[in-house]
């Protein structure tokens, strides 16, 4: 059986690291949420995360946000090797229905897979 787990590598945590993503200016939006894209950096695919108080106002809504796309990106970053990703939440995602934020979050994931590679 694979692996479910979530790994450090998969993350991306120091400010450095999302400030790369930030300055490749390459960005990309679903009806939920905006990402930000850095391509080609040659190794796994990772996932920073940034759900803002303004957003979401209880922290039960910000961690259900990051609950739901660290699991889809989990299961579905595979086409995705090579890619850094910062995803922020819209404010239509707080309402919104789980299935409806896993559909939206595997639209934006086959959408970015289909980027041509720099």
Do not use: W
């Not at 990309?28 to 040659?42: A, C, E, N, P």
């Not at 190794?43 to 609950?67: E, H, P, S, W, Y």
């Not at 896993?102 to 639209?107: E, K, V």
Request: glycine residues 4%; contains cysteine.
């Amino acid at each position: 059986m694979a692996s479910q787990r979530f790994p450090r590598a998969a993350r991306l945590v120091s400010k450095p690291q999302f400030d790369a993503v930030f300055a490749a200016g390459l960005r990309q939006h679903s009806d939920y949420f905006r990402v930000h894209v850095l391509k080609d950096t040659g190794a796994d695919a990772r996932v920073g995360l940034a759900i803002a108080k303004r957003v979401a106002k209880r922290a039960v809504d910000r961690n259900r946000l990051k609950r739901i796309a660290r699991e889809a990106f989990r299961c579905r970053s595979e086409p995705l090797v090579g890619y850094d990703l910062v995803l922020y939440a819209k404010d239509a995602a707080v309402p919104a229905s789980t299935a409806a934020l896993r559909a939206d979050l595997q639209r934006l994931f086959q959408r970015l897979a289909r980027l041509p590679k720099a």
